[in-house]
């Protein structure tokens, strides 16, 4: 059975590339030979939501940009 749940930093405490790297290494997890099964459930679901909030941060960045962008045209 599962030795230990992972612990996992609060997403929102996460930069864009802790984020990516976290992602990485959930993907490394899960495609190891040694992945623990007991654990496919809680890496998908973690990965799950790192994805939503790096799209949700892809999202605010792109709107911000072309604000930006719309601006510099306007002057």
Not at 15 to 39: G, K, P, V, W
Request: with cysteine.
């Amino acid at each position: 059975m599962s030795t230990d749940t992972p612990a996992f930093t609060d997403i929102k405490d996460l930069t864009y590339a802790q984020a990516i790297a976290e992602l990485e290494e959930i993907l490394r997890n899960m495609q190891s030979d040694n992945c623990d099964i007991d654990l496919l459930t809680v890496y998908t679901r973690r990965a799950s939501e790192l994805l939503a909030e790096c799209r949700r941060r892809l999202t605010v960045t792109d709107s911000e940009l072309r604000e930006i962008l719309k601006k510099m045209e306007e002057q």
